[in-house]
């Protein structure tokens, strides 16, 4: 939508995308540190789906709509993203400073629908001004630095569970102190980061044909209108993606939802009844969690060139298979170093998952459009992460005897049916596959 894209060097394009690693940090505490929050607080192994239900129904509800405001959004001083990336990280790090204050399930559950609102603020409009600022040659390099910030971020995220224990020893309120340490180093990681990419990114300016547009009067049902337009004209490619992503995001919540508790059954034997052996089994599981995310960042550009050779689609049925076969492997392990292991290929994964299926559709999307369609490539994440919160506790309860090693076997299953799925994804544009971002065959 935008006038000229320019060649950006390699430290502009991370410069960028340095904000990303503030809203993954934050995100890696949702992952690893709220399931054990609210099993401190006293819930049990089938409640705890329900009660991440924030996290999907916000992304469902706030990137789409986020997006389409974006898209129509231009100031001079301010920019088109860089309003939303602000807003998003402020309410993300109140939310982050108040959530060690959580004095039950349902504050805790309520604190998490105001992270999850600022988180999704932040980084819907982060996926599109990638593809404002960078050509078609430079957008695998953009999509792939966020994917290295989001192993960067979930790393220190995790790692903290681990070391903050140690130096932070003890309970302050209903909680162990450790979790203040962390959210709060969480809350200074949002602001901080999206304050620096934000001084350090000028936004490409509309042409003068496109500024009159923006500035017509506009419907407050328009951002509504605009997500049911471009779901109706939706390319054949996204919908084929979709199914991919129902399987492959119901399998990661089930993981998120369960490793800490799998961890401490596999290795110590213990339950969250066990306060002082479960919470040695959480802060070994942010360290294993850790890992996969330091895969993650180190596997990240080398993907780009496995994709430019072999395609995309292909790069990314593999790393699910890799994925797959740790989650398969990760709830018999009994010796606590063997997990650095079964996880290192989810590590992978999570590296492909989160740049190159953007990689697969961004060619097929009109530019206009970028931010609204982002925006649905996360609902379709969400809803199968919606479906899991409601249906996975009956699931665990009925099917898997509650116990949360069977929940991790159960992703890696649905992780296989996704890599089987990948292999049938076809974009219109087979005959541009000698260029990277529409190499699907």
Not at 91 to 100: E, H, I, T, V
Not at 198 to 213: A, F, M
């Amino acid at each position: 939508m935008m006038i000229g894209k320019v060649k950006l060097s390699f430290w502009q394009i991370l410069n960028m995308n340095v904000g990303f690693f503030g809203i993954q940090y934050s995100f890696g505490l949702q992952q690893s540190a709220v399931t054990p929050i609210y099993d401190f607080l006293g819930a049990s192994p089938d409640q705890i789906p329900i009660l991440h239900l924030a996290g999907p129904v916000t992304g469902l509800l706030v990137q789409p709509i986020i997006g389409a405001l974006s898209d129509k959004t231009w100031s001079p001083r301010f920019g088109r993203r860089k309003p939303f990336f602000l807003i998003g990280a402020i309410l993300c790090s109140l939310a982050l400073l108040a959530f060690p204050f959580s004095s039950s399930l349902w504050m805790a559950a309520g604190l998490l629908w105001i992270l999850d609102i600022g988180n999704n603020t932040a980084m819907e409009p982060y996926r599109a001004l990638i593809a404002d600022k960078l050509d078609e040659e430079q957008q695998p390099l953009g999509f792939q630095m966020q994917s290295f910030f989001t192993g960067l971020g979930q790393v220190l995220a995790n790692v903290s569970l681990f070391v903050f224990p140690i130096i932070f020893i003890g309970a302050t309120g209903s909680l162990p102190t450790w979790v203040y340490a962390s959210f709060f180093l969480g809350a200074i990681c949002s602001v901080g980061t999206i304050l620096w990419s934000i001084s350090k990114t000028k936004e490409n300016p509309p042409t003068p044909q496109e500024l009159l547009k923006l500035q017509e009067k506009r419907s407050v049902l328009e951002p509504l209108l605009e997500i049911f337009s471009a779901i109706k004209f939706m390319p054949k490619v996204m919908w084929q993606l979709a199914l991919v992503y129902l399987f492959q995001w119901y399998a990661l919540f089930c993981y998120w939802q369960n490793s800490s508790k799998s961890v401490a059954l596999s290795v110590w034997n213990a339950t969250p009844v066990n306060k002082e052996a479960y919470s040695e089994a959480v802060g070994w599981t942010g360290l294993v969690n850790g890992w996969y995310n330091v895969v993650t960042f180190l596997v990240a550009f080398a993907l780009v060139g496995f994709a430019k050779k072999y395609s995309a689609k292909k790069v990314h049925a593999f790393c699910l298979l890799l994925a797959a076969i740790g989650f398969l492997v990760f709830p018999h392990i009994e010796n606590k170093n063997l997990l650095f292991f079964a996880i290192t290929g989810f590590g992978i994964g999570w590296a492909s998952m989160m740049g190159i299926p953007y990689l697969m559709v961004v060619s097929d999307i009109p530019k206009e459009r970028y931010g609204v369609y982002m925006g649905i490539i996360n609902m379709m994440i969400v809803i199968p992460m919606i479906l899991q919160t409601v249906s996975f506790g009956y699931i665990l309860k009925h099917f898997l005897n509650n116990d949360p090693r069977n929940a991790i076997t159960f992703a890696g299953v649905l992780l296989l049916l996704s890599a089987i799925l990948t292999l049938f994804i076809k974009s219109k544009k087979v005959a541009d596959d000698v260029k990277f971002v529409s190499t699907v065959h």
